[in-house]
């Protein structure tokens, strides 16, 4: 695949691997795993790559971006550029001095039986590829819609990335990190993009418990009102008591979405009170609906006064009905 002339320039492998924006690590795991290395040794054990061994490599990084498992990846990537360089020089021969090429025995980031999208998006994280994932969360959106995307796509590509990281000893932390950060751009962008909603009907108020700093996922439902022109306001993660009940008695919101990731974060007490909480003028009074949302708050029965939705979708349609039943005129 390379051409070994004096003249063709050589790189090393941890220049490669900036190029690509990967990890050396990948780059000689490939190599181990699917025969990706460099045709060429220096002094026959230092890796140096040509224009063309990269160009192969590149080739790689576009088709598990997209979601092609590594194996394939490797075959494809190496298919074609036996097919370029069998059109350009004719069938190449052992004398030729190539090595072997080839995918090798081996396996990725253990994701499971899960849709393309979901390994690609999973393999953009994994080598911090920013453009590559903003790319992925903009044609997931724009191709299955907000709800889709984040029920069957970007929710379990952030669990997925999650269970890596504590089964590591933080070995992933960082791309946990980046891959929440370009999440959570888009779910804002989301947010700013949508129509307005009618101005004076009562908002949804949305906030994490005490204590609870996942908010990823209020931020999904954040986008998912307002791409159906419901109000609301977003009061983020770790919100204090306090804090919380003075905004419900300023605010006077339809429903009020308290988030809990864990059953440590999950405050009943806190909920019921929340649930308890009148506004608005003497004998005309009201109270919120209280969404209890996320896994922390178990399987238990809700209270008075309060819903337990399961996911993204349930939540949106059980808001919107609940929205339209109170705002009454302020939605037509």
């Given at each position: 695949?390379?051409d070994?002339?004096p003249r063709?320039?050589?790189?090393?492998?941890?220049?490669?691997?900036?190029?690509?924006?990967i990890s050396?690590t990948?780059?000689?795991s490939?190599?181990?795993?699917?025969?990706?290395?460099?045709?060429?040794?220096?002094?026959?054990?230092?890796?140096?790559?040509?224009?063309?061994?990269?160009?192969?490599?590149?080739?790689?990084?576009?088709?598990?971006?997209?979601?092609?498992?590594?194996?394939?990846?490797?075959?494809?990537?190496l298919?074609?550029?036996?097919?370029?360089r069998?059109?350009?020089?004719?069938p190449?021969?052992p004398?030729?001095g190539a090595?072997?090429?080839?995918?090798?025995?081996?396996?990725?980031?253990?994701l499971?039986?899960?849709?393309?999208?979901?390994r690609?998006?999973?393999?953009?994280?994994?080598r911090l590829?920013?453009?590559?994932?903003?790319?992925?969360?903009?044609?997931?959106?724009?191709?299955?819609g907000?709800?889709?995307?984040?029920?069957?796509?970007?929710a379990?590509?952030?669990?997925?990335?999650?269970?890596?990281?504590?089964?590591?000893?933080?070995?992933?932390?960082?791309?946990e990190h980046?891959?929440?950060?370009?999440?959570?751009?888009?779910l804002?962008?989301?947010?700013?993009?949508a129509p307005?909603?009618p101005?004076?009907a009562?908002p949804v108020?949305?906030?994490?418990?005490?204590?609870?700093?996942?908010?990823?996922?209020?931020?999904?439902l954040?986008a998912?009102?307002?791409?159906?022109?419901?109000?609301?306001?977003m009061l983020?993660?770790?919100?204090?008591?306090?804090?919380?009940?003075?905004?419900?008695?300023?605010?006077?919101?339809?429903a009020?979405v308290?988030?809990s990731?864990?059953?440590?974060?999950?405050?009943?007490?806190l909920?019921?009170?929340?649930?308890?909480t009148?506004?608005?003028?003497?004998?005309a009074?009201?109270r919120?609906?209280?969404?209890?949302?996320?896994?922390?708050?178990?399987?238990?029965?809700?209270?008075p006064g309060?819903?337990?939705p399961?996911?993204?979708?349930e939540?949106?349609?059980?808001?919107?009905?609940h929205?339209?039943?109170?705002?009454?005129p302020?939605?037509?």
């Amino acid at each position: 695949m390379a051409d070994n002339s004096p003249r063709s320039p050589r790189l090393t492998t941890g220049a490669v691997a900036r190029r690509l924006g990967i990890s050396p690590t990948t780059l000689r795991s490939w190599d181990r795993r699917y025969g990706m290395g460099p045709a060429v040794r220096d002094g026959g054990r230092h890796r140096r790559w040509t224009v063309e061994d990269v160009a192969v490599l590149e080739d790689m990084c576009r088709l598990t971006t997209s979601g092609v498992p590594p194996s394939e990846a490797a075959g494809v990537a190496l298919s074609r550029a036996t097919r370029s360089r069998t059109a350009a020089t004719g069938p190449m021969s052992p004398a030729d001095g190539a090595r072997p090429r080839g995918p090798a025995p081996g396996g990725g980031l253990p994701l499971g039986d899960i849709r393309q999208e979901f390994r690609g998006l999973a393999r953009a994280a994994v080598r911090l590829d920013g453009p590559a994932m903003d790319r992925l969360l903009a044609g997931l959106v724009h191709g299955h819609g907000l709800v889709a995307a984040w029920e069957e796509v970007i929710a379990p590509t952030l669990h997925a990335v999650g269970r890596k990281w504590e089964s590591s000893g933080d070995r992933y932390i960082e791309v946990e990190h980046l891959l929440s950060w370009h999440v959570s751009t888009l779910l804002r962008q989301s947010v700013g993009n949508a129509p307005p909603g009618p101005r004076d009907a009562p908002p949804v108020l949305m906030a994490c418990v005490p204590g609870e700093q996942h908010s990823l996922p209020l931020e999904a439902l954040a986008a998912g009102l307002a791409e159906r022109t419901l109000p609301m306001r977003m009061l983020g993660a770790a919100v204090p008591a306090e804090a919380l009940a003075a905004s419900v008695r300023r605010t006077g919101p339809c429903a009020v979405v308290l988030w809990s990731q864990s059953r440590h974060t999950a405050d009943r007490t806190l909920a019921r009170q929340v649930a308890a909480t009148a506004f608005g003028v003497r004998g005309a009074r009201t109270r919120p609906l209280l969404v209890l949302a996320g896994p922390g708050w178990g399987n238990r029965a809700p209270g008075p006064g309060m819903i337990r939705p399961t996911g993204l979708r349930e939540a949106l349609d059980a808001l919107a009905r609940h929205c339209a039943a109170v705002a009454g005129p302020f939605t037509t």
